[in-house]
């Protein structure tokens, strides 16, 4: 398994380039998630560093799922910060949910392992853990991006396909 930067850079793009291809996916640069950071922007940055630590630590897993699921987890379409947008209050609890409707609706051929991903990756705030190495690995990436977003400002310089220049 090759780890380069340069390997996993061009293994990312592969991995991602049909769900960031999605119509309503863009959607997601409309809206800020942490700081100044867009969904979209967090959710490559979480996608490119899972597929980075895993190629890395050498951790087998399916990679596609990996990146896709991390590209989803947040798919929520509102913007969090706005109570009447919102579709309830407990944005922070109920959000995965709300992923994994929108993704169900528009990816169709989602796998049990990209459900799981979007569905438990804000364990232990949601109680039910995560299932499989691919969803603990975004979990745990999702945390540390968002930690970063939170201090600094735009931390994730983008591409133009959406994919973070980490």
Same mark, same amino acid.
Not at 47 to 68: F, G, H, M
């Given at each position: 398994m090759d780890s380069t930067p340069e390997e996993i850079r061009k293994r990312y793009e592969e991995l991602a380039a049909p769900t960031l291809a999605a119509p309503r996916v863009a959607l997601?640069?409309?809206y800020v998630q942490h700081g100044q950071t867009t969904t979209l922007e967090h959710?490559?940055?979480?996608?490119?560093?899972?597929? %980075? #630590? !895993? &190629?890395?630590?050498?951790?087998?897993?399916?990679?596609? %799922? #990996? !990146? &896709?699921?991390?590209?989803?987890?947040?798919?929520?379409?509102?913007?969090w910060h706005d109570h009447n947008a919102a579709p309830d209050a407990w944005h922070g609890f109920t959000h995965p949910r709300h992923a994994l409707r929108n993704a169900e609706a528009d990816?169709?051929?989602?796998t049990p392992?990209?459900?799981?991903?979007?569905?438990h990756h804000m364990f232990p705030l949601v109680p039910s853990p995560p299932r499989h190495v691919e969803s603990l690995v975004v979990s745990l990436v999702d945390k540390a991006c968002s930690t970063v977003e939170v201090f600094a400002q735009r931390p994730w310089a983008t591409t133009s396909e959406g994919g973070a220049a980490c």
């Open positions: 997601m640069a409309g959710v490559a940055a979480v996608a490119y560093l899972s597929l %980075a #630590l !895993v &190629r890395k630590l050498v951790i087998r897993c399916d990679e596609r %799922a #990996l !990146v &896709r699921g991390a590209l989803l987890h947040d798919y929520c379409l509102y913007d990816f169709p051929d989602l392992l990209e459900r799981d991903i979007i569905a």
